[in-house]
Structures are given as structure tokens and as C-alpha cells.
């Protein structure tokens, strides 16, 4: 046996989020460097715990989403909601944890019953709207550092600090304090049980329960859950810690129903050089080019087998939390081998000219069939077909795909911005300055479609072709999603993002940072406003606010003099979305309305790094909306 098989026999009890091939594949870079990293693997095997420990209430397919027919492309474990709710017990935890090629020690949650099994990404919860989502989450993270308590704001901190976000969903934003009263943030001990409360502050040893109640009108869509305690957002985000949010269509509102579901959850990891990970305050300092992978559902560049036939609707999430993962998302024909994103890479290193060097790979595309934007159907449009899909952090993706029998490769390639609201990719001659981008292109999966007939392909083909001829029906389309009335009035105040990258960064919106004066939007309940967003800043920031959606309704143009020529979106093309990439000298132009829901929540941006450092505000409804646990009996 050689000394490369043994390690690969040790490591056989590893999660199964952990696939052999990869360890495989680092086990194989650490002998071929003789470096002593090959003496730590079979300790790395002994401190996972194996897949049986895993409670039984954990499923990787359910009968609540189709499974694809390839088995063995790893999905996150999946929990379905049963008599209208989905419940969990978790921890925050910290502890060694093999990544793609890297090996760190980070934090993850875990089910509380094997609170030592990463759970990365985070179980799939599976629920329908007027559904409770009810998590208790204890924080087992180690005490905080000493520099914890002596912090300044908007710098870094408290990095075993936690609290729950549910990103998309639109439901009330406070908590109910132990005196049975609606309120915002504080400590659990004070609280009976919070909504999607960001401003709650989870320190080690404390537990909160969430209970989120969905509106009975809650539109369908993907949606996902992860950390957002200001301060340390960023670095849970980036250690792994989140997972996606199903919300099934109703049968009313189906898309083609008998396509199987296949999640794509996207997280990076951002590495040391060499095969260990950054998880701490160094992940801050500013590190467009630092090494580090994207991987999918955990996995480094998975196979996904699919069936002659089997049109499927992939459910692609971003969750990325840094500049590397702003991507333009593209399916290729062929197999792109991952030496040629290298090499394009490398004709980018600092310094290097570039002039005439593409963006993008030059490979042949196929195409995709953008269904929803941030989780929202395209109500009352046609897909809108894509080959390349400028993607940020916050994004999700819902593409129905349709391939010929061959093979097909999915890669992140270097950002270009969007040339319109679907989030098609600018072409490389208008392509946005996108500097950590440019360096980190690689394989996300390889995709082999064989001669092997899917059982129900005539059945889903049908429901695809008449997709394509009648668009997606606008059949019980929530209430929250119906067009603007009148004339939106525009809020005078901008949400300008400025950048100053340094270590630390100076991340500003309109020259204030979270918490200080003025760092706040205050909307009346089921007002409608316009807003204003530009990056003032040669950078790109993804815009995201909580509760409610949005829709971008002009894309502006800034000449040199800062002279801005907008583009109108026509009322039929608009779309819904929660998180928009702003571009350098693209300002945008969103219209939302605050709906249902009164108290204080945030907007950000969904470049975590930058969020945790200050580009952050509040923003407080006034009035009396729905309060947490109380669901809106409104069928639609
Ligand atoms: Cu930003």
C-alpha cells in the first residue's frame, strides 16, 4: 500500500459533504509537494464524525422537490415541512473542517443532536407559503476574543457573535420580547422568539429561537437563510455557513411541475496560499487575488450526470461573501478544462497588459432559461434565454436547462456587469472594471447528458414547450408583487456606495457608515418610494434590502462630467428582485413598497466584507404592519 492509499482508506468515514475524489486530489498536491501536510490528513479523518450520526430528519431528496436522476450529485441535506411547519434545532459550532482542497478550522452550523458535523452547505429547508419555519439556534462557538470587547464601530469583530437571516423572504423583521411586545434586537434572554431580526446579537453560550412565520400569500421562489450579526456577517458567511429556502409554487402557479429540481448552493473558499483557509479577521484585509475556490453544494467541480430528456430547473445560489464571487455565470459545450481558465487568469496577474485580452473564455455556449430572478418568477414573461449570467453575491439563479446528449462544463467566469434587468452579461467591450474577478475564473461543474431516455421526458418536454409558447402565468401572483400605482415618489436620498479599499476599508454609504447619524431610511407602511443607487467608487457593491423586493426601473449612464442619461426599463419587462449588483458609473433607479411588515431592518451591501465594515443602514417602516408569529390570512 502506498503511503497515498492509506491516507485515502483513513478518510472514508468523512462526511459525505467531503467527496473522496477531492481529498483525493489534495492528498495527491500535498505528496506531490513533500510537504508535511500529508502527516495531517489522517487527523483531519479522525475529528469528522461519520454520516450516521446524522439524525434521520435529514434527507438529501424528498418528495417535496423532484430529484434529479443522478443520485450520487451531492445535494444539501433537505428538510420538507410537514402540517405547515418546518422545525430544527442547531448550533453554531466551530471546529476542523475539509473544504474542496482545503483543510481550516471555521464555524458551521450543525444539528444539535451531532453538533460536531459540519453541515456545509446548511440543510435545504423545503416549505409552502403560510408555512412557520421554527429554528432554535444555540451559538456552541468558542468565547470571543479579547478584542471583541474593545472594538470600534464598523470594524471587524466579535467573530463567534451570531444571529439568523432569512434573505428574500417577506415576512415581519422584529422579535417578540419576553413581555409578549413586538420589538427589534437585544440579547435572547430578552427576547420569546424572533422573525427575521438581524439587529439580534447571539453571543457564545446564548440560544434564540426563530420562529418566521410566512404570509399565506408568500410567492413561491428560492430563497436562502445565513449569519448577518454586523461585524461578523462576512466571516460565518465565509467559513460556509448558509443554506437555501424552498418555498414550493403552489400547482396554480407551476413551472414546469415534472422537471427535477437540482440545488446549487455556490460558497467560496478563500485560502491561505496553501491548503489551508482564511476564517478570521485576515479575511478582511483587501485580497481580490488571493487564492481560493468556489465550490457547489460543497463539492470542488462536481459531475452532474443527466438523462437524455431530463430537462431540469436548476436553482442556483450565490453565497458568496466577497469581490471573488462576483461571477458571470456561464454554461460552455465541450469540456473546459480548468488549465485553460488558468492560464486566461494569469494573462491578468497584476501588472500584466491586458489590452485585447477577453474577459471571458472564449468557448461556445448553450443556453439557459432564466424562470426567476432572486427567487421571483418571471410572472407574465417568457424565459428569458441566456448564455451568460452577470451573478452577485445574494443572487440566486432559477434556469430550466435542456441539453442534447454530450458534455457541458458551468464556469465562473470574470464579471462583466449586466446589460439588462435578467442579469444578461455585458459583452467584453463594455465590460465593467472588475479586478478580483479577472483572477479567479474557474470550473464550477462538469455536466455529462447521456443516451440513457429520462423515464417522464415526454411529460416535461410538454410542460417546457408550452412554457416557452405562453410564458409563466401570472395565476395567483402575491399581492405584495402587483405593479406600482400612479406616480412613485422619489426618495431625495441616494444610496451611494464608496469605496476606500485599505486595511481596514473605508466603506461608506452617502459619507456615513451603520450607526452613525443619518444612516437610516424611515418609509411609511405600504408607501411606494423610487430610490437612487450608484457606486461612486471605481467598485462594484450588490445592493440588497431585506423584507420586500424591489424592481430596477431605469438604468442610468454617467458620462465623465458625471452627467447621467437614463434608460428606461418599459413597465412589461420589469422583474422583482432583492439584491442588484451596482456597477461604477451604472447608477440604477428601484421602486419597492414597504408592504405589510412595520419595524427596523437593513439595507447593505451583499459584499459582506464591505457590510461588516459599514456599508450598512437601517431602515425603519412606521405604522402598524402584521407582527411576527401572526400570519396574513390573504390567499393572494
Ligand atoms: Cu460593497
Same mark, same amino acid.
Given at each position: 500500500?502506498?503511503?497515498?492509499?492509506?491516507?485515502?482508506?483513513?478518510?472514508?468515514?468523512?462526511?459525505?459533504?467531503?467527496?473522496?475524489?477531492?481529498?483525493?486530489?489534495?492528498? !495527491?498536491?500535498?505528496?506531490?509537494?513533500?510537504?508535511?501536510?500529508?502527516?495531517?490528513?489522517?487527523?483531519?479523518? &479522525?475529528?469528522?464524525? =461519520?454520516?450516521?450520526?446524522?439524525?434521520?430528519?435529514?434527507?438529501?431528496?424528498?418528495?417535496?422537490?423532484?430529484?434529479?436522476?443522478?443520485?450520487?450529485? !451531492?445535494?444539501?441535506?433537505?428538510?420538507?415541512?410537514?402540517?405547515?411547519?418546518?422545525?430544527?434545532?442547531?448550533? %453554531?459550532?466551530?471546529?476542523?473542517?475539509?473544504?474542496?482542497?482545503?483543510?481550516? #478550522?471555521?464555524?458551521?452550523?450543525?444539528?444539535?443532536?451531532?453538533? *460536531?458535523?459540519?453541515?456545509?452547505?446548511?440543510?435545504?429547508?423545503?416549505?409552502?407559503?403560510?408555512?412557520?419555519?421554527?429554528?432554535?439556534?444555540? /451559538?456552541?462557538?468558542?468565547?470571543?476574543? =479579547?478584542?471583541?470587547?474593545?472594538?470600534?464601530?464598523?470594524?471587524?469583530?466579535?467573530?463567534?457573535?451570531?444571529?439568523?437571516? !432569512?434573505?428574500?423572504?417577506?415576512?415581519?423583521?422584529?422579535?417578540?420580547?419576553?413581555?409578549?411586545?413586538?420589538?427589534?434586537?437585544?440579547?435572547?434572554?430578552?427576547?420569546?422568539?424572533?422573525? *427575521? =431580526?438581524?439587529?439580534?446579537?447571539?453571543?457564545?453560550?446564548?440560544?434564540?429561537?426563530?420562529?418566521?412565520?410566512?404570509?399565506?400569500?408568500?410567492?413561491?421562489?428560492?430563497?436562502?437563510?445565513?449569519?448577518?450579526?454586523?461585524?461578523?456577517?462576512? @466571516?460565518?458567511?465565509? /467559513?460556509?455557513?448558509?443554506?437555501? +429556502?424552498?418555498?414550493?409554487?403552489?400547482?396554480?402557479?407551476? +413551472?414546469?411541475?415534472?422537471?427535477?429540481?437540482?440545488?446549487?448552493?455556490?460558497?467560496?473558499?478563500?485560502? =491561505?496560499?496553501?491548503?489551508?483557509?482564511?476564517? *478570521?479577521?485576515?479575511?478582511?484585509?483587501? !485580497?481580490?487575488?488571493?487564492?481560493?475556490?468556489?465550490?457547489?453544494?460543497?463539492?470542488? &467541480?462536481?459531475?452532474?450526470?443527466?438523462?437524455?430528456?431530463?430537462? &431540469?430547473?436548476?436553482?442556483?445560489?450565490?453565497?458568496?461573501?466577497?469581490?471573488?464571487?462576483?461571477?458571470?455565470?456561464?454554461?460552455?459545450?465541450?469540456?473546459?478544462?480548468?488549465?485553460?481558465?488558468?492560464?486566461?487568469?494569469?494573462?491578468?496577474?497584476?501588472?500584466?497588459?491586458?489590452?485585447?485580452?477577453?474577459?471571458?473564455?472564449?468557448?461556445?455556449?448553450?443556453?439557459?432559461?432564466?424562470?426567476?430572478?432572486?427567487?421571483?418568477?418571471?410572472?407574465?414573461?417568457?424565459? $428569458?434565454?441566456?448564455?451568460?449570467?452577470?451573478?452577485?453575491?445574494? /443572487?440566486?439563479?432559477?434556469?430550466?436547462?435542456?441539453?442534447?446528449?454530450? $458534455?457541458?462544463?458551468?464556469?465562473?467566469?470574470?464579471?462583466?456587469?449586466?446589460?439588462?434587468?435578467?442579469?444578461?452579461?455585458?459583452?467584453?467591450?463594455?465590460?465593467?472594471?472588475?479586478?478580483?474577478?479577472?483572477?479567479?475564473?474557474?470550473?464550477?461543474?462538469?455536466?455529462?447528458?447521456?443516451?440513457?431516455?429520462?423515464?417522464?421526458?415526454?411529460?416535461?418536454?410538454?410542460?417546457?414547450?408550452?412554457?416557452?409558447?405562453?410564458?409563466?402565468?401570472?395565476?395567483?401572483?402575491?399581492?405584495?408583487?402587483?405593479?406600482?400605482?400612479?406616480?412613485?415618489?422619489?426618495?431625495?436620498?441616494?444610496?451611494?456606495?464608496?469605496?476606500?479599499?485599505?486595511?481596514?476599508?473605508?466603506?461608506? +454609504?452617502?459619507?456615513?457608515?451603520?450607526?452613525?447619524?443619518?444612516?437610516?431610511?424611515?418609509?411609511?407602511? /405600504?408607501?411606494?418610494?423610487?430610490?437612487?443607487?450608484?457606486?461612486?467608487?471605481?467598485?462594484?457593491?450588490?445592493?440588497?434590502?431585506?423584507?420586500?423586493?424591489?424592481?430596477? @426601473?431605469?438604468?442610468?449612464?454617467?458620462?465623465?462630467?458625471?452627467?447621467?442619461?437614463?434608460?428606461? +426599463?418599459?413597465?412589461?419587462?420589469?422583474?422583482?428582485?432583492?439584491?442588484?449588483?451596482?456597477?461604477?458609473?451604472?447608477?440604477?433607479?428601484?421602486?419597492?413598497?414597504?408592504? *405589510?411588515?412595520?419595524? #427596523?431592518?437593513?439595507?447593505?451591501?451583499?459584499?459582506?466584507?464591505?457590510?461588516? &465594515?459599514? %456599508?450598512?443602514?437601517? @431602515?425603519?417602516?412606521?405604522?402598524?404592519?402584521?407582527?411576527?408569529? @401572526?400570519?396574513?390570512?390573504?390567499?393572494?
Amino acid at each position: 500500500m502506498t503511503e497515498l492509499d492509506h491516507h485515502e482508506e483513513s478518510l472514508e468515514l468523512v462526511s459525505p459533504n467531503v467527496p473522496l475524489t477531492n481529498i483525493s486530489r489534495r492528498s !495527491f498536491i500535498a505528496v506531490g509537494l513533500g510537504t508535511a501536510a500529508t502527516l495531517v490528513l489522517p487527523k483531519t479523518a &479522525q475529528a469528522k464524525s =461519520d454520516s450516521s450520526n446524522l439524525i434521520s430528519s435529514y434527507k438529501t431528496t424528498s418528495p417535496a422537490l423532484n430529484p434529479p436522476s443522478d443520485q450520487s450529485f !451531492f445535494q444539501p441535506y433537505l428538510k420538507s415541512s410537514q402540517d405547515g411547519k418546518v422545525s430544527g434545532n442547531w448550533v %453554531m459550532n466551530q471546529g476542523e473542517v475539509t473544504l474542496g482542497l482545503y483543510t481550516g #478550522t471555521i464555524r458551521f452550523y450543525a444539528d444539535e443532536s451531532a453538533p *460536531d458535523t459540519h453541515l456545509i452547505p446548511s440543510p435545504t429547508l423545503c416549505v409552502n407559503p403560510g408555512d412557520l419555519i421554527e429554528i432554535s439556534l444555540k /451559538n456552541s462557538a468558542p468565547p470571543n476574543d =479579547d478584542a471583541c470587547a474593545t472594538h470600534q464601530p464598523n470594524q471587524p469583530n466579535c467573530f463567534n457573535s451570531t444571529n439568523l437571516h !432569512f434573505h428574500g423572504l417577506h415576512v415581519s423583521p422584529l422579535s417578540i420580547g419576553k413581555d409578549g411586545k413586538p420589538r427589534s434586537g437585544g440579547h435572547p434572554a430578552d427576547i420569546a422568539f424572533s422573525s *427575521d =431580526d438581524v439587529l439580534v446579537e447571539m453571543t457564545p453560550g446564548e440560544k434564540n429561537n426563530y420562529k418566521v412565520q410566512l404570509p399565506a400569500n408568500h410567492a413561491p421562489g428560492t430563497h436562502w437563510y445565513h449569519p448577518h450579526r454586523h461585524g461578523s456577517t462576512a @466571516v460565518q458567511v465565509a /467559513n460556509g455557513m448558509a443554506g437555501l +429556502i424552498v418555498i414550493k409554487e403552489p400547482a396554480n402557479q407551476a +413551472i414546469c411541475p415534472d422537471a427535477p429540481d437540482v440545488i446549487w448552493v455556490l460558497q467560496d473558499v478563500v485560502s =491561505d496560499g496553501g491548503t489551508g483557509i482564511i476564517a *478570521d479577521a485576515e479575511l478582511y484585509a483587501p !485580497f481580490g487575488g488571493n487564492p481560493g475556490e468556489c465550490l457547489v453544494n460543497g463539492q470542488y &467541480q462536481p459531475t452532474l450526470t443527466v438523462q437524455k430528456g431530463e430537462i &431540469q430547473r436548476w436553482r442556483i445560489l450565490n453565497a458568496g461573501a466577497s469581490p471573488r464571487t462576483l461571477m458571470n455565470l456561464r454554461l460552455c459545450k465541450g469540456t473546459v478544462p480548468q488549465s485553460d481558465l488558468d492560464a486566461l487568469n494569469a494573462k491578468f496577474a497584476p501588472g500584466q497588459d491586458t489590452t485585447g485580452v477577453p474577459r471571458n473564455l472564449p468557448a461556445e455556449p448553450e443556453s439557459m432559461y432564466l424562470i426567476a430572478r432572486d427567487g421571483i418568477n418571471l410572472y407574465g414573461k417568457k424565459p $428569458n434565454v441566456q448564455t451568460n449570467h452577470a451573478f452577485s453575491p445574494g /443572487n440566486r439563479a432559477d434556469f430550466l436547462v435542456n441539453l442534447a446528449p454530450g $458534455n457541458y462544463t458551468l464556469i465562473k467566469d470574470a464579471y462583466t456587469g449586466s446589460k439588462d434587468v435578467y442579469g444578461n452579461a455585458k459583452d467584453d467591450n463594455e465590460a465593467v472594471e472588475s479586478r478580483a474577478t479577472v483572477r479567479t475564473r474557474q470550473v464550477l461543474a462538469y455536466i455529462t447528458v447521456t443516451e440513457t431516455p429520462y423515464a417522464k421526458a415526454a411529460t416535461v418536454k410538454g410542460q417546457f414547450e408550452q412554457l416557452l409558447a405562453n410564458g409563466i402565468p401570472t395565476t395567483g401572483m402575491s399581492s405584495y408583487l402587483n405593479p406600482f400605482i400612479g406616480e412613485v415618489p422619489q426618495n431625495s436620498q441616494p444610496v451611494n456606495f464608496e469605496a476606500v479599499p485599505r486595511n481596514p476599508g473605508q466603506f461608506t +454609504i452617502d459619507n456615513r457608515k451603520y450607526g452613525e447619524p443619518g444612516a437610516k431610511f424611515t418609509v411609511a407602511l /405600504n408607501s411606494q418610494e423610487e430610490w437612487l443607487l450608484d457606486s461612486l467608487s471605481n467598485v462594484t457593491h450588490p445592493f440588497h434590502i431585506h423584507v420586500n423586493p424591489f424592481q430596477v @426601473v431605469a438604468i442610468g449612464s454617467k458620462n465623465q462630467q458625471g452627467v447621467i442619461t437614463w434608460n428606461d +426599463i418599459p413597465s412589461e419587462d420589469r422583474i422583482w428582485q432583492d439584491t442588484v449588483a451596482v456597477d461604477p458609473n451604472i447608477p440604477l433607479k428601484i421602486q419597492h413598497r414597504f408592504d *405589510d411588515y412595520n419595524g #427596523t431592518f437593513v439595507l447593505h451591501c451583499h459584499i459582506l466584507f464591505h457590510e461588516d &465594515q459599514g %456599508m450598512m443602514y437601517d @431602515v425603519e417602516v412606521t405604522g402598524n404592519g402584521i407582527p411576527p408569529g @401572526v400570519i396574513n390570512t390573504v390567499s393572494a
